[in-house]
T-cell receptor
């Protein structure tokens, strides 16, 4: 089966610009996660979706980050405006249901200059 | 809040030597513990989880609630074990994982 797909793989922007990342989970997976991984750190959960509803967004900086999963399949994560400290790898993961094994995508590496 | 601590950023051992990657967690309830691995140029993937009690690629990990630890062990390291290893926990009704900072394991020939 195809794995979790993410695009773009790399993005370079200047601070105060906007950026969007896309994720396509494994077919049939109801739960989708976005994680942020800053260099030298482990991944940190930003938001979790169950189908098209938000389950947990307690660590999402809502003043600049937003995410949606309108049809319960693909998801987009947006940063507007970006700050230097947003430079990180953004990982998308999916699982069949909550509490099941999470499968990770290759990540999008963001550099904010 | 949950916290996962991996005290070693880098661990280098020789091929054939035993390996132990340390992981300590802080959570008062009954968490689920995991080890994830990321090989060079590959995506993050699950290695093992404590509830399955499996041995994957020769690795095992035992949950020690008294010491709040979940150390990853392998009796004889192989060169293909070189990778980044992340310990993670989940608990309190949350599904998202809390990760440690990772340990870079290098197996020298």
């Amino acid at each position: 089966e195809a794995g979790v797909a993410q695009s773009p793989r790399y993005k370079i922007i200047e601070k105060r610009q906007s950026v969007a990342f896309w994720c396509n989970p494994i077919s049939g997976h109801a739960t989708l996660y976005w994680y942020q991984q800053i260099l030298g750190q482990g991944p940190k959960l930003l938001i979790q979706f169950q189908n098209n509803g938000v389950v947990d967004d307690s660590q999402l900086p809502k003043d600049r980050f937003s995410a949606e999963r309108l049809k319960g399949v693909d998801s987009t994560l947006k940063i507007q405006p970006a700050k230097l400290e947003d430079s990180a790898v953004y990982l998308c993961a999916s699982s069949q249901q909550d509490q099941e094994t999470q499968y990770f995508g290759p990540g999008t590496r963001l550099l904010v200059l | 809040a949950q916290r996962v601590t991996q005290p070693e950023k880098l661990l280098s051992v020789f091929k054939g030597a035993p390996v132990e990657l340390k992981c300590n967690y802080s959570y008062s309830g009954s968490p689920e513990l995991f080890w994830y691995v990321q090989y060079s140029r590959q995506r993050l993937q699950l290695l093992l989880r404590h509830i399955s009690r499996e041995s994957i690629k020769g690795f095992t990990a035992d949950l020690n609630k008294g010491e709040t630890s979940f150390h990853l062990k392998k009796p004889f390291a192989q060169e293909e074990d070189s990778a980044m290893y992340y310990c993670a926990s989940r608990g309190g009704g949350a599904d998202g994982l809390t990760f440690g900072k990772g340990t870079h394991l290098i197996i020298q020939p």
